[in-house]
C-alpha cells in the first residue's frame, strides 16, 4: 500500500527512538520497516511466526560469526543474530522519498584505514605463499577496515548517508539503512547473495574489480579489465564455489547464466547467476550457503581458518547478510520467501565511530600493491557515494554526444566489443552447468549406488549432483564420519578432494589414506579426485611434490589416457614421474599367491606431472572434472567410473 507524507514519515524517524528500517530495491519505492527487534542465537531461532504459527515478516542482520553453526572457526565477538520483526511496512515513493531526506554533509574526524598500505601489502604476500602457496585453498578475501570518529546524531547521519547513496550510487541490488538501538548499517549493496522465491533459489556470485579511471570508465579501459586472466579466473572460481552450495541445496544442482557487468559509481565488477529448485526452508537455505565466497575464499570451511589466521580483529557483519523473510501465503512447503543481500558496500557507526570494512580476493596471481588499490577503490566507492570524499564524473563513449546528459549515454555493456569479449568467457566453460539439469534416475550407471567421501571440500556436492546423472544412487559423508560398513556397502567410492599437504600426518589425511588403501585392498571400485589422487599416487610408490606455482583455477587440455580433455585444476601439490613414464607396475601378495599390478599413468610428457591413474578396479583425476573449467569434465567421469566398475 501507500504510505503516509514521506516527510512526515521522516521526521518521525529522525526525532523517535523506535528501530527502523528502510530498504530501496526496485528503482522506484523506498520500502520503511518498523517493529520490535529481537536477538537470537541460531538461524533455526529466527522467528518466522508468532505464538499463534501466524507467519510474520523478519529482517535479520546476520553476523559473520554464524559460521559457527558450520563448525568453522572465527573470531568470535558476539556479535548480534538480530532480528526486525516487522510489525509495519509502508511504500513511499522514491523521489519523494530522498526529497525529504536530509543532504547536509557529514564531517569525519582522524579518518584512515586501520592496517597501513605496507602492512596490508605483507599481509597479501603472506596469504600467497603461506596459504596459496601450501595447498590451503585456491582464493581467500583479507579484509581492512577505513574508520572515522563522527560527531552527529546517529539516525541523522544513517538517513543523510541513505539518502546519499540513493542519489550517487548506481547498480546496487540493495540500498539499506537499519537503524536499531547502539548499531547502524547503511550500504549499497551489489551482490544479492541468495534468494528463494516459490521453490527458485538464485544465487549471484560476483567478482572481479574495475576501479574507474578518473573522468569514469570507458569502453578501451573496460576492455584491457575484460581481458585480464587473473580477473577472469577470480570470477570462474567464486562461481565454482557458489556451485557447491546450490549443488547442496537444490535438487537439479544449479544452472548459470551470464556473464554480465555490474556498473557502479567507482567500480564496475563481473557477475553471473545461478538459478535452481529447492523444497528447503529458508533458514535452511541461508545456513547451507553461508557465506559468499566472494568475501571469505575457496574452499570455505579453510577459508574461514586462514582468515582468522591473518585478520586480527572480528568481522562483526561484514561478509554476512540481511535476510528479509517475506510470508509468501503458502500452505504447502517454505512459508516465506528469502531476499539475501551480501553485507558489503555498506558503512557501520557504533559509539560515534564509523567504518567501512571492504577486502580484496588473493589468488595466485595477486599483486600486493594492487591488492592494496583494490581496498581502496571499494572504500572510495562507499565514500564517495556518501559524500566523504569527492565523487567522479563518468567518461562519455568515445561516439557518444559529448553534450547529451550521462543518463542517456550509451551504457558501457551494449557496446559490441565488450558484449563480446563477455560472451566469449563462456567458451570455456561446461556445458553441463550451462544447461538445465534434472537428473531423472537413467543413466549408463542405474542400479548402482556411490558414495562420496568429502575431505573439506564441497566440490563434492557438484561431484554427487554429476554422479546421479550417470544413474548412480549416491550420498555424501563426511570424512569423520564415515565407516568402514559405509566402504564395504557401496558399489563405488569416490574420494573426495580437500585442502591441505597430502605428505602431512594429520587425522584427516589419515582417514582419506585409510579409504583409498581399504577399497584397494578389497578390490572395489574407487575413484579418487584431486588430494585422494594425490594419495593414491603415494600408495603406488609415485612421489609428491608441490608446484613451482599452484594450479588454483587453471584450465588444462591434457590427454587423459588416449583422449584430449579440458580440464580445470585447483592444485598446489602434483604425483610426479620420469616423463615418459606411462605405467608403474607393482606386486602384491595375497597370502602364498602374488599379483603383479599395472598402473596406466596419464602424465605430462615434459614435467612428469601425473593428470590421471588406472588399475585394476581403480582410478584417479588431478583435476576437478566437476568444475565449471572443465568442459570435458562428465565425458571423462564417465569414462574412468567405466573402468572401475
Known amino acids: ?24 530495491r526496485d528503482g522506484t519505492t523506498v520500502e520503511v520497516l518498523t517493529g520490535d527487534v529481537v536477538d537470537v542465537e541460531l538461524l533455526r531461532d529466527i522467528p518466522l511466526t508468532d505464538a499463534t504459527g501466524t507467519a510474520r515478516e523478519v529482517l535479520a542482520l546476520v553476523p559473520f560469526r554464524q559460521v559457527r553453526e558450520r563448525g568453522f572457526v572465527c573470531h568470535d565477538d558476539g556479535a548480534p543474530l538480530r532480528c526486525l520483526v516487522v510489525d509495519e511496512r509502508v511504500s513511499l515513493d522514491r523521489a519523494e522519498t530522498v526529497a525529504s531526506l536530509p543532504s547536509s554533509p557529514i564531517p569525519l574526524a582522524d579518518a584512515g584505514f586501520d592496517i597501513a598500505d605496507e602492512e596490508y601489502a605483507d599481509i597479501v604476500r603472506r596469504v600467497i605463499a603461506d596459504e596459496i602457496g601450501r595447498g590451503e585453498g585456491a582464493n581467500f578475501v583479507i579484509r581492512r577496515d577505513f574508520v572515522a570518529g563522527v560527531d552527529v546524531d546517529p539516525r ?115 557477475e553471473y547467476m545461478l538459478r535452481g529448485r529447492s523444497d528447503l526452508d529458508p533458514r535452511d537455505i541461508l545456513r547451507e550457503t553461508m557465506f559468499a565466497p566472494t568475501v571469505t575464499g575457496s574452499p570455505m570451511q579453510n577459508a574461514c581458518t586462514v582468515i582468522a589466521r591473518h585478520e586480527t580483529t572480528p568481522r562483526g557483519y561484514y561478509s554476512g547478510v540481511a535476510a528479509l523473510f517475506t510470508p509468501n501465503g503458502a500452505t504447502e512447503g517454505p512459508t516465506h520467501d528469502l531476499d539475501a543481500p551480501i553485507l558489503i558496500r555498506t558503512a557501520y557507526l557504533v559509539d560515534g565511530r564509523l567504518r567501512v570494512p571492504v577486502g580484496a580476493t588473493l589468488v595466485r596471481h595477486s599483486d600486493p600493491d594492487g591488492e592494496v588499490g583494490e581496498t581502496h577503490g571499494k572504500a572510495a566507492g562507499v565514500l564517495g557515494a556518501i559524500g566523504a570524499i569527492p565523487r567522479d564524473v563518468p567518461a562519455a563513449p568515445a561516439d557518444a554526444d559529448p553534450d547529451a546528459p550521462v543518463s542517456e549515454r550509451r551504457p558501457l555493456a551494449e557496446d559490441p566489443a565488450i558484449a563480446e569479449l563477455l560472451a566469449s568467457r563462456n567458451d570455456r566453460l561446461a556445458p553441463f ?72 600426518d594429520s587425522p584427516r ?79 602384491v601378495g595375497r597370502g602364498s599367491v602374488t599379483t603383479e599390478i599395472v598402473t596406466d599413468v596419464a602424465a605430462d610428457t615434459e614435467t612428469g606431472d601425473v593428470y590421471a591413474l588406472r588399475g585394476p578396479g581403480y582410478a584417479s583425476v588431478q583435476g576437478h572434472l566437476e568444475s565449471i573449467l572443465s568442459r570435458d569434465g562428465m565425458r571423462t567421469l564417465e569414462r574412468l567410473i567405466a573402468h572401475v566398475l
Not at 538445465?436 to 549406488?449: C, I, K, L, V
Not at 598446489?572 to 613414464?581: I, L, M, N, Y
Open 433 to 504: 552447468w550451462m544447461n538445465p539439469q534434472d537428473p531423472d534416475g537413467s543413466g549408463p550407471f542405474a542400479g548402482r549406488t556411490a558414495l562420496v567421501v568429502d575431505a573439506e571440500d564441497r566440490f563434492t556436492t557438484m561431484l554427487a549432483h554429476q554422479l546421479r546423472h550417470l544413474g548412480l544412487e549416491t550420498r555424501i559423508v563426511h570424512w569423520s564420519e564415515v565407516t568402514d560398513a559405509d566402504l564395504d556397502a557401496a558399489d563405488l567410492v569416490v574420494s573426495g578432494p580437500g585442502p591441505g599437504d597430502p605428505r602431512d
Open 156 to 270: 541523522v547521519a544513517a538517513l543523510t548517508w541513505f539518502r546519499a547513496l540513493l542519489e550517487h550510487e548506481k547498480g546496487a541490488y540493495w540500498t539499506f539503512a537499519v537503524v536499531t538501538e547502539g548499531h547502524i548499517a547503511v550500504g549499497a549493496s551489489p551482490e544479492a547473495h541468495v534468494s528463494a522465491k516459490a521453490g527458485i533459489v538464485t544465487m549471484n556470485p560476483i567478482s572481479g574489480t574495475f576501479r574507474h579511471p578518473a573522468g569514469g570508465a570507458t569502453a578501451e579501459t573496460l576492455a584491457e579489465f575484460l581481458r585480464s586472466t587473473k580477473e577472469t579466473e577470480e570470477l570462474f572460481m567464486v562461481v565454482d564455489e557458489e556451485l557447491k552450495m546450490m549443488s547442496a541445496v537444490c535438487s537439479d544442482g544449479g544452472r548459470i547464466t551470464g556473464p554480465h557487468l555490474k556498473v557502479m559509481s567507482r567500480l564496475t565488477h563481473t
Open 1 to 24: 500500500m501507500t504510505g503516509p507524507d514521506p516527510s512526515s514519515l521522516i521526521h518521525d524517524l529522525l526525532s523517535g527512538t523506535a528501530p527502523f528500517a528502510l530498504i530501496a
Open 509 to 587: 589425511m589419515a582417514a582419506m589414506r585409510h579409504v583409498v588403501g581399504r577399497r584397494r585392498a578389497a578390490g572395489a571400485p574407487l575413484l579418487a579426485v584431486c588430494l585422494s589422487h594425490q594419495i593414491l599416487a603415494d600408495s603406488l610408490g609415485i612421489d609428491l611434490r608441490p608446484l613451482a606455482q599452484p594450479h588454483q583455477g587453471l584450465q588444462k587440455t591434457v590427454d587423459v589416457f588416449g583422449e584430449p580433455a579440458s580440464i580445470g585444476f585447483y592444485n598446489t601439490f602434483t604425483a610426479r614421474v620420469a616423463p615418459g613414464d606411462t605405467q608403474r607396475g607393482m606386486t
